[in-house]
């Protein structure tokens, strides 16, 4: 079928044609937006789970769903890979910086308009200045040079505007288990302050599967400020659709077989249904997706994943903690005990306490409970095994 038609959407973050099995979280918001309008600010949103699972693909949702109801919006990504922790905090204070200029327009309140002076003097504090949003910096706010104290100064001023508006501010946090400790802890004590006080203040966030304990190690009362949500493969229905539908769009169908075939491999990943789906259309000649094409579309789904979506992962890992992987990879998807992975090494357990950090904050491993640990990217271990030159 024709390739420019492909509806197909594999990629880190990319919208999929339908966004399904997802309506209880997208309703998880739409309340939230519902409770601001209503002045009865609720708890942040915190979402879990393993890698491709479509968790950047809900928080764009809750985006677009935020500024639809012109709730004033901040997104970052817990780490960057150049610039380090500061590097993180002058893109928050960018993100809040464009969001001030786009409030700052006709209509707006006085009150308002008077507190994103805080967002300038917050920003500056932070080294970000040049970007002017048409108010001046409000001295003596949120410009202490404690990020804890400047956060909590500028949410407290722009919530307290914010509110007689009906609206919030959202920080919208991608791989969020990634922040740094102190400007973590600033988040969750401004979160907490913010529930205490009413403040429309959400942080919406998304992680692996250690997002909770990150979140709770930081600080102890992080369970009660979000509605934690764990992200996980389509139950059969929805993949169902999230398989078909795409296709069906377009007049094109699969055999019962065919589509229990990618449905079965893909084993409901919204990652892996988006490439398989795509290697079908790619070979399918007619608007009926056979078994046949099916079983070549998994051959070349497979070999795409094993070129982009397993080794963007692998690649990060070092001559040792590769070893450390090819021994859990023995003991397949459900984890691995750390005791029985020293045993099986013939090395002491203390001696891979370091791998094992090291791989746990790289993102390719996390630790479900204590003495274990797992891959946060499904199908690892399978790829591991089938790459005997690795
Ligand atoms: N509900 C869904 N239905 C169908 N496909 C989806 C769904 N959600 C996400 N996808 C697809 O899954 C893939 C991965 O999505 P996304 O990048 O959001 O995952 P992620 O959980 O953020 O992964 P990572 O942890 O690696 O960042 C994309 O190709 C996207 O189009
Ligand atoms: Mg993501």
């Given at each position: 079928?024709?390739?420019?038609?492909?509806?197909?959407?594999?990629?880190?973050?990319?919208r999929?044609?339908?966004?399904?099995?997802?309506?209880?979280?997208?309703?998880?918001?739409?309340?939230?937006?519902?409770?601001?309008?209503?002045?009865?600010p609720?708890?942040?949103?915190?979402?879990?789970?393993?890698?491709?699972?479509?968790k950047?693909?809900?928080?764009?949702?809750?985006?677009?769903q935020?500024?639809?109801?012109?709730l004033?919006?901040?997104?970052?990504?817990?780490?960057d890979?150049?610039?380090?922790?500061?590097?993180?905090?002058?893109?928050?204070?960018?993100?809040?910086l464009?969001?001030?200029?786009?409030?700052?327009?006709?209509?707006i309140?006085s009150?308002?308009?008077?507190?994103?002076?805080?967002?300038?003097?917050?920003s500056?504090?932070?080294?970000?200045?040049?970007?002017?949003?048409?108010?001046?910096?409000a001295?003596?706010?949120?410009?202490?040079?404690?990020?804890e104290?400047d956060?909590e100064?500028?949410?407290?001023?722009?919530?307290?505007?914010?509110?007689?508006?009906r609206?919030?501010?959202?920080?919208?946090?991608?791989?969020?288990?990634?922040?740094?400790?102190?400007?973590?802890?600033?988040?969750?004590?401004?979160?907490?302050?913010?529930?205490?006080?009413?403040?429309?203040?959400?942080?919406?966030?998304a992680?692996?599967?250690?997002?909770?304990?990150?979140?709770?190690?930081?600080?102890?009362?992080?369970?009660r400020?979000?509605?934690?949500?764990?992200?996980?493969?389509?139950?059969?229905?929805?993949?169902i659709?999230?398989?078909?539908?795409?296709?069906?769009?377009?007049?094109?169908?699969?055999?019962?077989q065919a589509?229990?075939l990618l449905?079965?491999?893909s084993?409901?990943?919204?990652?892996f249904?988006?490439e398989?789906?795509?290697?079908?259309?790619?070979?399918?000649?007619?608007?009926?997706?056979t078994v046949?094409?099916?079983?070549?579309?998994?051959?070349?789904?497979?070999s795409?994943?094993?070129?982009?979506?397993?080794?963007s992962?692998w690649?990060?890992?070092?001559r040792?903690?590769k070893?450390?992987?090819?021994?859990?990879?023995?003991?397949?998807d459900?984890?691995?005990g750390?005791a029985e992975?020293?045993?099986?090494?013939?090395?002491k357990?203390?001696?891979?306490?370091?791998?094992?950090?090291?791989?746990i904050s790289?993102?390719?491993i996390?630790?479900?409970?204590?003495g274990?640990v797992?891959f946060?990217v499904?199908?690892?271990?399978?790829?591991i095994?089938?790459q005997?030159?690795?």
């Amino acid at each position: 079928m024709h390739s420019d038609l492909n509806p197909y959407s594999p990629g880190s973050g990319r919208r999929p044609f339908e966004l399904v099995g997802r309506a209880k979280e997208i309703e998880a918001f739409d309340l939230l937006i519902a409770k601001t309008k209503q002045r009865r600010p609720d708890r942040g949103i915190a979402l879990h789970g393993l890698r491709g699972v479509g968790k950047t693909v809900l928080l764009n949702e809750f985006r677009q769903q935020a500024e639809r109801a012109g709730l004033m919006i901040v997104s970052i990504e817990g780490r960057d890979a150049e610039g380090g922790s500061e590097a993180v905090r002058a893109k928050l204070a960018r993100g809040l910086l464009q969001a001030g200029r786009r409030a700052n327009r006709r209509g707006i309140t006085s009150n308002l308009r008077e507190a994103l002076g805080s967002i300038v003097s917050f920003s500056a504090k932070l080294g970000v200045t040049g970007i002017d949003i048409g108010v001046n910096l409000a001295a003596g706010r949120a410009d202490s040079g404690s990020i804890e104290v400047d956060l909590e100064e500028m949410v407290e001023d722009l919530c307290i505007a914010l509110a007689d508006q009906r609206l919030a501010l959202v920080f919208i946090i991608d791989e969020m288990q990634d922040l740094d400790d102190a400007l973590l802890s600033a988040l969750l004590s401004t979160q907490h302050l913010a529930g205490q006080r009413e403040w429309p203040f959400y942080i919406v966030g998304a992680g692996l599967p250690n997002l909770p304990s990150v979140l709770a190690e930081a600080r102890s009362y992080a369970e009660r400020l979000f509605t934690y949500r764990h992200i996980d493969a389509l139950p059969r229905d929805a993949a169902i659709s999230a398989l078909a539908a795409p296709a069906a769009k377009h007049g094109a169908r699969y055999e019962t077989q065919a589509r229990d075939l990618l449905l079965e491999v893909s084993g409901g990943y919204p990652y892996f249904i988006q490439e398989y789906g795509y290697a079908a259309w790619e070979t399918a000649p007619e608007k009926l997706i056979t078994v046949q094409d099916a079983k070549i579309a998994v051959t070349i789904g497979r070999s795409q994943l094993d070129q982009g979506f397993f080794p963007s992962r692998w690649i990060r890992a070092s001559r040792g903690e590769k070893d450390f992987l090819r021994l859990m990879a023995i003991d397949g998807d459900g984890g691995s005990g750390t005791a029985e992975l020293a045993e099986r090494s013939g090395r002491k357990q203390s001696s891979m306490t370091m791998t094992r950090a090291s791989l746990i904050s790289k993102g390719v491993i996390y630790a479900p409970s204590l003495g274990r640990v797992a891959f946060t990217v499904p199908g690892m271990d399978d790829y591991i095994q089938r790459q005997h030159h690795l």
